[in-house]
């Protein structure tokens, strides 16, 4: 019964999204399809793509020798071997790894063996296709901008650096450097950078105002609006339940943009999924948003 009910609620849904002409919200794969693939991979991306998303989302992280990479945690034990491969190298921080020595991880087979969210047990990941993950690599900034550009993902870039008012040096860095390929490789236009450190968004902006950027929040400032014009933000990309009818009204009214994550559940997807105050949903499960907009492929 339950599952009939919420099958009606997607085929209502879709109905209403396509008679409407509604095409927002932009449907944005968190971490890639993570659900899916191991995240922050460009298989993930490719997942992504396959599934119909718009963007996906990543993170960015600078290695010991300056170079940009993909990785969510501040250490790498969690999604790749480098406690097998450098057992010495405890606790495995980014920034005390080359990227010669990170290209050497493997970034996938955890995903196959720990099968995070139950989709190889499922089927969802067909087996032959799981297995294939084992090996993928930690992909560099440039490589993942140009796997997105072949294949048109739009891409949210979050910049890892911990919340200060005061701009840090290696922040600096991250910062330049990510603005510098996004130029160089032509994809002003298709990235949105976005942190959670108030001092890189508001020098992405001084630097690059050409590329939009979001103050990622998991609490409410007491003034958003002031706060957003204050660092140059084009967007808010605040924890999905910080959001109120109040705050979508101010931000939409006066212009700014709105980027929610990380929304998994139907329940939550489909009270997004027509809001056109909304402008993207970060989800681990891209496939439900789709359903639910009449998407699915
Ligand atoms: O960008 C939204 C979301 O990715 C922020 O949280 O911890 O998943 O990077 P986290
Ligand atoms: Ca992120």
Redesign the pocket.
Known sequence: MKFFLALFAILAIAGEMRSSGVSKPLVIA??GARSLAPENTLAAARTAKRLGADGW?F?VRMSKDGELILM?DETLSRTTNASELFPNQAPWSVAEFTLAEIKTLDAGSWFVESDPYGTIASGDVPAPEAESFRGERVPTLREALALSRELGLWV?I?LKSRPSFVLAPSTKLLVEKTVELVRAMGMTSKVLI?SFDPAAVQYVNAVAPEIPAAL?VSSLPPDPLGYLRALGAEAL?PRYDLVTEGLLNILSQAGFKVFI??VNELEDLRKFAVDPRIAGI?TDWPQRLLALLGRAK
Do not use: G, P, V
């Open positions: 968190h971490r989302e993170d969510h949210n979050e976005s990622l990309n994550w990380t970060i």
